[in-house]
């Protein structure tokens, strides 16, 4: 059954999201890109050296922009395709979960077997429905959260960052509670910045909390005391709050996996696939 499932391109399917689709990107390399940033950072920590001021930041979300999260979520769902209950429903798509590879899967269990196109008669939605419910239980956790690889060239450009004067400020929908231990180990465990000198990871304080109102939130209480020069992320639904509290800001969409919440435009906008430059 397995040869019959159509295999996508090599490189990690990435989501399609109206606003994608309905945004003018800057037309600006991703090297240039990262390089004016890392420009910024430096000219701007000098001046508040001579003259003093507040810290310059750089503001990083964690999944789906420093981390690729779908090693993640495939251990998950092939410790599901394991169980009796995923057998019994149905043997055919366990077949396929245990032969997938992470580059193949989408935000959601279900676009992953859509786009995978894996048949509705084979019971794929009674499936999927199971498959989250094993998996929201396990993927905001701290034991699974370090299945997660950093994305190419993010461990490099957080140093560069820090290396040019500034902090690396991890933003995160993570919540602390449940993945606080778990996420500081894995940027510690992959070489990141985490020195309070050097970063600073700011999660939720609760996983009931919106991750937009959360993150207006904490950058209001960031702008008190820094200055934020650029936001990589790559939920679309944040931009417009990032642009309300830092409107002069680098904003930086990172197009890999998304969720299709409704997103307001801003007013310019720039996009990066990696941290490479």
């Known amino acids: 059954m397995q040869k019959n499932f159509r295999k996508p391109d090599s490189q990690s399917i990435r989501s399609n999201h109206a606003w994608i689709a309905a945004t003018k990107f800057e037309p600006v390399e991703q090297h240039i890109v990262l390089q004016e940033i890392l420009t910024i950072v430096r000219r701007d920590s000098r001046k508040r050296i001579q003259h003093g001021g507040k810290p310059i930041k750089v503001v990083f979300d964690l999944d789906g922009t420093v981390f690729d999260v779908k090693p993640r979520t495939l251990r998950i769902l092939k410790e599901f395709a394991f169980t009796s209950q995923a057998q019994e429903i149905s043997k055919e798509i366990c077949d396929w979960a245990l032969g997938l590879?992470?580059?193949?899967?989408?935000?959601?269990?279900?676009?992953?077997?859509?786009?995978?196109?894996?048949?509705?008669?084979?019971?794929?939605?009674?499936?999927?429905?199971?498959?989250?419910?094993?998996?929201?239980?396990?993927?905001?956790?701290?034991?699974?959260?370090?299945?997660?690889?950093?994305?190419?060239?993010?461990?490099?450009?957080?140093?560069?960052?820090?290396?040019?004067?500034?902090?690396?400020?991890?933003?995160?929908?993570?919540?602390?509670?449940?993945?606080?231990?778990?996420?500081?180990?894995?940027?510690?465990?992959?070489?990141?910045?985490?020195?309070?000198?050097?970063?600073?990871?700011?999660?939720?304080?609760?996983?009931?909390?919106?991750?937009?109102?959360?993150?207006?939130?904490?950058?209001?209480?960031?702008?008190?005391?820094?200055?934020?020069?650029?936001?990589?992320?790559?939920?679309?639904?944040?931009?417009?709050?990032?642009?309300?509290?830092?409107?002069?800001?680098?904003?930086?969409f990172f197009h890999s996996n998304c969720s299709h919440r409704e997103a307001k435009p801003v007013k310019k906008i720039y996009q990066v696939n990696d941290f490479l430059w």
């Not at 509290?245 to 930086?252: G, I, K, L, S």
């Open 101 to 252: 590879r992470a580059y193949q899967l989408c935000y959601t269990l279900e676009e992953s077997a859509q786009m995978n196109n894996i048949p509705e008669h084979i019971r794929r939605k009674d499936f999927m429905k199971a498959a989250f419910e094993f998996w929201k239980t396990r993927f905001f956790s701290h034991e699974y959260v370090m299945m997660d690889h950093p994305v190419a060239g993010a461990v490099e450009y957080a140093h560069a960052v820090v290396n040019a004067g500034g902090e690396a400020v991890y933003l995160t929908g993570r919540d602390w509670p449940g993945m606080g231990k778990g996420t500081r180990s894995l940027l510690e465990h992959w070489g990141f910045p985490v020195a309070s000198h050097e970063a600073e990871l700011i999660m939720k304080p609760n996983a009931g909390m919106d991750d937009a109102e959360f993150k207006d939130t904490a950058l209001r209480d960031l702008r008190v005391h820094s200055e934020a020069v650029a936001f990589f992320d790559n939920e679309p639904s944040n931009f417009h709050v990032f642009e309300k509290n830092f409107p002069n800001a680098f904003m930086v």
